[in-house]
């Protein structure tokens, strides 16, 4: 089953706009981790905010963790045309390493 | 570091055969999880074994199954292939439970 909901389904903007993703979880967590995935390849992780962060940064990333309201909102400033993929979120409750995903956003960034 | 390395990166079977998949984690992860990705159910998590111990099954049936050695490599089986097999297997490693997991290439199979 999955415990993240990613909102939207899918994002299409120009490139230098900034993307914003969202994913809404179910369960209490450990830690909230977003990943890229270009065209079915493996997943390169982006950021880890733990239960008790409320944002964290990484170059253009922006994440935040909003645990009263089980969300978390992805920010990718100044995209750019090699952002074009999917991304996940995934929810660890901390139970032996055991990743929830969502469905996954598909971004496209036109140049 | 080297990164999370899965052999073979494709293969291809026919149903009722049986598969053997391999991850190498980075040096010095001890835990290995599986993840199978399809289009229909997207990421589901298979296994996570730590220390040769398997702490975690997904709702898999026991055609699924796993093992991790000394050096903390695992492989992963599937037997008895079945079309919906098909998918792309991904392992991950991490230091210990709880931390960043990080995914190797995957391999990708198509069972016909």
């Known amino acids: 089953s999955q415990q993240g909901e990613e909102d939207p389904q899918a994002l299409s903007i120009q490139e230098g706009e900034n993307a914003t993703m969202n994913c809404s979880y179910k369960t209490s967590i450990n830690n909230l981790q977003w990943y890229r995935q270009n065209s079915g390849r493996g997943l390169v992780h982006l950021i880890l905010?733990?239960?008790?962060?409320r944002e964290k940064h990484s170059g253009r990333l922006r994440v935040t963790l909003d645990t009263s309201k089980k969300s978390s909102s992805l920010l990718i400033t100044a995209s750019r045309a090699a952002d074009t993929a999917s991304y996940f979120c995934?929810?660890?409750?901390?139970?032996?390493?055991?990743?929830?995903f969502g469905k996954g956003i598909t971004l496209s960034v036109r140049p | 570091k080297a990164g999370v390395t899965q052999t073979p990166r494709y293969l291809i079977k026919t149903r009722g055969q049986q598969v053997t998949l391999s991850c190498s984690p980075i040096?010095?992860?001890?835990?290995v999880s599986w993840y199978q990705q399809t289009p229909g159910q997207g990421l589901q998590f298979l296994f996570e074994y730590f220390s040769e111990t398997q702490r975690n099954k997904g709702n898999f049936p026991g055609r699924f199954s796993g093992r991790q050695f000394s050096n903390s490599r695992s492989e992963m089986n599937v037997s008895t292939l079945e079309l919906g097999d098909s998918a792309l297997y991904l392992c991950?490693?991490?230091?210990?439970?709880?931390?960043?997991?990080?995914f190797g290439p995957g391999t990708r199979l198509l069972v016909l």
């Open positions: 991950a490693s991490s230091i210990i439970a709880g931390e960043t997991q990080y």
């Open positions: 995934a929810t660890d409750t901390g139970a032996n390493s055991k990743l929830t």
């Open positions: 905010i733990r239960s008790n962060e």
């Open positions: 040096s010095g992860h001890r835990s």
